[in-house]
């Protein structure tokens, strides 16, 4: 998966500040983070890309400027920066589009998502957001069509879910 972490200036317009990061992709892992009845995150650990969910809190750092199969999370009430806040499918194309039209329909997509998370206009939001794209190996190998969109603190870490958090 690619990620392409950027933040819209809220003071501003909507500018990107866009940073690359390949998060390699890979099967499943079972040694994973253990999760309650609820789906929430009780343990730490690395898990899966393709096993994210919304409401998933991640370590965000810069150790996600190379190759991982697998991204740090946390149950929510542990410091962390990100959090998974949507998955989108796209579903409406057979070939690899290419990094630049997924990472632009990445941006329109988890942008249409954030307020309904968060609960608040990015714009008005003290946070960031960043989203993985698959990559072209996990597109035409894996049939990986999921874009992840996450929210990023910008000001330290969180100690709680951003879910309906006006941040």
Request: include cysteine; charged fraction near 25%.
């Amino acid at each position: 998966m690619v990620t392409r972490p950027h933040r819209l200036d809220r003071l501003v317009r909507a500018g990107a500040v866009a940073l690359v990061a390949v998060l390699a992709l890979a099967g499943c892992s079972d040694d994973g983070p253990d999760r309650g009845e609820d789906g929430r995150i009780t343990s730490a650990g690395d898990l899966s890309v393709f096993d994210l969910v919304p409401g998933d809190c991640v370590v965000y750092d810069d150790s996600l400027e190379s190759a991982h199969e697998t991204l740090p999370v946390v149950p929510c009430d542990e410091p962390h920066e990100g959090e998974v806040y949507a998955l989108v499918e796209i579903d409406d194309l057979d070939a690899y589009p290419g990094e630049r039209e997924l990472s632009n329909r990445a941006e329109l997509e988890c942008l249409a998502r954030f307020a309904g998370y968060v609960g608040v206009e990015l714009a008005d939001s003290t946070l960031f957001t960043t989203y993985m794209i698959p990559s072209i190996r996990g597109w035409q190998d894996d049939g990986d069509r999921t874009v992840v969109c996450l929210t990023v603190s910008a000001g330290g870490p969180l100690t709680r879910s951003v879910a309906g958090s006006q941040l």
